[in-house]
């Protein structure tokens, strides 16, 4: 099968396009051909070395496909699905667990399909895990128009909450906008923005995807006794800081989650993927998936969304792409 395979740490230029062996499936997994393959910021770290990854590999762990073989014959071949934890994604064929996995209902399209579930899941907990979201709650969402930003704004705007956005372009500003976004502001002086359009109050949660560049902005927007949720690391992970800085901003809360935590147990991850399909088949999200990228241009999908190129969720097309 063709695949996205990486032998050394580095750059987007580490990933080539090359013949791997075809996977074997396991008795509590199913052999998949790939349709789809999601490409995630937590792609990058995993390339790049910052976050621990056994080389040699195959990147990706999201997607969408049809079963070719079950080796329970539970789940009959050529049914679409959808995964979010299936290591090995960047390639024709998968090997997905039958507990981590997800029906596709036909009026959802597999290019979104295969980006919903790790952003979608990822929105969820931050709204309905970190903290419990109530009509009228205030936040600021850095990275708005991101995968997990416009995701996020629209859970968000469906639950009664008031969000501030924050983006790069007059373009993204828009597509803030149409997700949902209360007001949307630019990096640089967003703390200020906000406050002056809530009354100088702060808000009751910032959610952070970007991370180094602004942690600090985040604690100044943040009323007292607020949540800092630090979820991505878009430009760097935080640099150390003295806890009294909680202090000083008037007793902050501040958490850094992952999705697996939040999908620790079967339960709860069908409870969270079965909210991410229904509100995507029932248009309370609607997923931006920018222009499919072919498999074999994966280090091009890195490149521009490293650069910020990209807008929404972002897919590698893997079926035909040979």
Same mark, same amino acid.
């Given at each position: 099968?063709?695949?996205?395979?990486?032998?050394?740490?580095?750059?987007?230029?580490?990933?080539?396009?090359?013949?791997?062996?075809?996977?074997?499936?396991?008795? &509590?997994?199913?052999? =998949?051909?790939?349709?789809?393959? #999601? @490409?995630?910021? %937590?792609? !990058?770290?995993?390339?790049?070395?910052?976050?621990?990854?056994?080389?040699?590999?195959?990147?990706?762990?999201?997607?969408?496909?049809?079963?070719?073989?079950?080796?329970?014959?539970?789940?009959?071949?050529?049914?679409?699905?959808?995964?979010?934890?299936?290591?090995?994604?960047?390639?024709?064929?998968?090997?997905?667990?039958?507990?981590?996995?997800?029906?596709?209902?036909?009026?959802?399209?597999?290019?979104?399909?295969?980006?919903?579930?790790?952003?979608?899941?990822?929105?969820?907990?931050?709204?309905?895990?970190?903290?419990?979201?109530?009509?009228? &709650?205030?936040?600021? =969402?850095?990275?708005?128009?991101? #995968? @997990?930003?416009? %995701?996020? !704004?629209?859970?968000?705007?469906?639950?009664?909450?008031?969000?501030?956005?924050?983006?790069?372009?007059?373009?993204?500003?828009?597509?803030?906008?149409?997700?949902?976004?209360?007001?949307?502001?630019?990096?640089?002086?967003?703390?200020?923005?906000?406050?002056?359009?809530?009354?100088?109050?702060?808000?009751?949660?910032?959610?952070?995807?970007?991370?180094?560049?602004?942690?600090?902005?985040?604690?100044?927007?943040?009323?007292?006794?607020?949540?800092?949720?630090?979820?991505?690391?878009?430009?760097?992970?935080?640099?150390?800081?003295?806890?009294?800085?909680?202090?000083?901003?008037?007793?902050?809360?501040?958490?850094?989650?992952?999705?697996?935590?939040?999908?620790?147990?079967?339960?709860?991850?069908?409870?969270?993927?079965?909210?991410?399909?229904?509100?995507?088949?029932?248009?309370?999200?609607?997923?931006?998936?920018?222009?499919?990228?072919?498999?074999?241009?994966?280090?091009?999908?890195?490149?521009?969304?490293?650069?910020?190129?990209?807008?929404?969720?972002?897919?590698?097309?893997?079926?035909?792409?040979?």
């Amino acid at each position: 099968m063709k695949a996205i395979y990486v032998t050394q740490h580095g750059g987007p230029e580490v990933l080539t396009y090359t013949d791997r062996p075809d996977p074997v499936p396991g008795a &509590d997994q199913v052999l =998949v051909e790939v349709l789809y393959a #999601g @490409v995630n910021y %937590i792609d !990058t770290y995993f390339r790049s070395g910052s976050y621990a990854q056994e080389l040699p590999y195959i990147p990706g762990t999201e997607g969408c496909g049809r079963v070719i073989h079950d080796p329970a014959a539970e789940i009959a071949e050529g049914t679409l699905i959808a995964w979010h934890d299936a290591p090995g994604s960047y390639a024709e064929k998968v090997c997905v667990a039958r507990n981590r996995l997800v029906a596709v209902p036909e009026n959802i399209e597999p290019a979104v399909a295969a980006s919903m579930l790790l952003q979608g899941m990822t929105a969820h907990y931050l709204l309905h895990g970190t903290r419990d979201t109530a009509p009228g &709650d205030t936040m600021v =969402v850095t990275a708005g128009a991101g #995968g @997990v930003g416009l %995701i996020l !704004t629209q859970m968000a705007a469906s639950l009664g909450a008031v969000v501030y956005s924050v983006t790069s372009t007059d373009e993204k500003e828009k597509l803030a906008y149409d997700a949902g976004a209360s007001a949307v502001f630019r990096y640089g002086d967003f703390p200020e923005s906000v406050k002056r359009a809530n009354g100088g109050k702060g808000v009751d949660v910032v959610y952070d995807g970007v991370g180094k560049a602004t942690f600090a902005q985040a604690l100044d927007v943040c009323r007292p006794r607020g949540l800092v949720c630090s979820f991505g690391s878009a430009s760097g992970d935080v640099e150390p800081f003295s806890i009294q800085e909680l202090n000083k901003h008037g007793s902050l809360f501040v958490t850094r989650p992952s999705l697996g935590a939040y999908v620790a147990t079967d339960d709860e991850y069908r409870k969270r993927a079965q909210a991410v399909v229904r509100a995507v088949e029932d248009g309370t999200v609607r997923l931006r998936v920018h222009e499919p990228f072919p498999l074999a241009d994966a280090r091009v999908a890195h490149e521009d969304l490293q650069a910020r190129r990209t807008s929404g969720s972002v897919v590698l097309r893997v079926s035909g792409t040979a």
